[in-house]
Every structure is written in C-alpha cells, then in structure tokens.
T-cell receptor, first 114, second 112 residues
Framework: AQSVTQPDIHITVSEGASLELRCNYS??????LFWYVQSPGQGLQLLLK??????LVQGIKGFEAEFKRSQSSFNLRKPSVHWSDAAEYFC????????????FGKGTRLSVIA | NAGVTQTPKFRVLKTGQSMTLLCAQD?????MYWYRQDPGMGLRLIHY???????AKGEVPDGYNVSRLKKQNFLLGLESAAPSQTSVYFC???????????FGPGTRLLVL
C-alpha cells in the first residue's frame, strides 16, 4: 500500500534562510509526487508535481523539489524563505492507475521568524 | 471559472442531526473526492467518485454517505452527526489523465 511520511511536524526558519522539507514515500511502481501548500484557513494549492523526466522540478513561489528514487524521497526546497511562506505543506503520492486516489502525508507546519 | 466550490463554509450541528455538504466543480472533471482534515492527521479520504453515478469508499467512510447524481456535483451526507465528525472537510476534483487534484476552500463543521 502506498504511504507518505513527512518526518518533521513543525519547522521554524528565519526569513531569508534556506528551507528543506522532507518527504519519503512508499509506492510499488513509478510514483506521481506532489507538494501542496495550505495557508491558514484556506484550501490546498498545488506547488509542484513530478510525473516523469527531469528529477528536479520547479514550482510556483520559487519552490523546487528533487525526486530521488534510490532514497524514495521527494524533498521540497527554497533558497530564501519569505514571511509569506509560513503555512502547512503536504506531500502526496499517487500512481498511474487512473482510479488511485492520492495519499497525503500528515503535513509539516512552517513558521518564519524575522 | 470558479473551480471547486463548497457549501456551506461553516456549520454547527447538534449530535444526531443530519446535513449535506455540497461540492461543485465547473471544470468538467471526472474524478471527485471528499477528505477530512484533523490536527496532526493530515488529509484522510472519506469517499470518492470516478464518474457520474459511481462512488467508492476511502480510508474513513464510516458515518458518511455520498452521491454523484450529476457530474459537476459531489454530495457528502452525515445521517446522524457525532462529535467525532467535527472537522474541516475538503472536496477535490481532477480530470481523467491529469493526476493533479484541485481543492475547494473547505467546510468547517462543529458537532456539539
């Protein structure tokens, strides 16, 4: 069965510092991987996704993620965090079978301090 | 193009009451999903639909029913609400062949 682990429940970074959010997945075939962001009181917005091809994918708001098959990871990075990046971040995994719903991790809450 | 909308935005129920949450999408998507979000639990899939007239159970279906009579609408029903169903409910949809899910703004439900 597919699963997603986000090891960090809460991360605090200083504004301007770099950020890496970890995501490890378990999936029996080629995974489709996603990062979503949820601002307080809002729905989920897609940051980026990986289906195939280049393992480094660029997303919105200056985020990027790297797929590493050997480590079953899809970590999210940003070189310089802005205060507006404070939110909850969810990693999700799905598969090429059309009927397979996405499985989400429990999320990582990001706080940004001045 | 409103995307995915959810009605109502907030509701308070008493234990034992029933209600229906409406999800509507105007993107002609085949797939629709209902999730609940609880602190520290992430998003858990309640029910989903792969097309008009079809529904399937997700991870936490007990206490909920769903219907997809029209392609654009996906209804989530609580027949007899319980305090354990206090949560934020999110609807999502996606197109066939595109695995990206698009989310609604959520419905906050409080069951007293």
């Amino acid at each position: 069965a597919q699963s997603v682990t986000q090891p960090d429940i809460h991360i605090t970074v200083s504004e301007g510092a770099s950020l890496e959010l970890r995501c490890n997945y378990s999936y029996g075939a080629t995974p489709y991987l996603f990062w979503y962001v949820q601002s307080p009181g809002q729905g989920l917005q897609l940051l980026l996704k990986y289906f195939s091809g280049d393992t480094l994918v660029q997303g919105i708001k200056g985020f990027e993620a790297e797929f590493k098959r050997s480590q079953s990871s899809f970590n999210l990075r940003k070189p310089s965090v802005h205060w507006s990046d404070a939110a909850e971040y969810f990693c999700a995994v799905g598969g090429p079978s059309g009927n397979t719903p996405l499985v989400f991790g429990k999320g990582t809450r990001l706080s940004v301090i001045a | 193009n409103a995307g995915v909308t959810q009605t109502p935005k907030f509701r308070v129920l008493k234990t034992g009451q029933s209600m229906t949450l409406l999800c509507a999408q105007d993107m002609n998507h085949e797939y629709m999903y209902w999730y609940r979000q609880d602190p520290g639990m992430g998003l858990r899939l309640i029910h989903y639909s792969v097309g008009e007239g079809t529904t399937a159970k997700g991870e936490v279906p007990d206490g909920y029913n769903v219907s997809r009579l029209k392609k654009q609408n996906f209804l989530l029903g609580l027949e007899s609400a319980a305090p354990s169903q206090t949560s934020v409910y999110f609807c999502a949809s996606r197109a066939y062949g595109d695995f990206t899910q698009y989310f609604g703004p959520g419905t906050r439900l409080l069951v007293l």
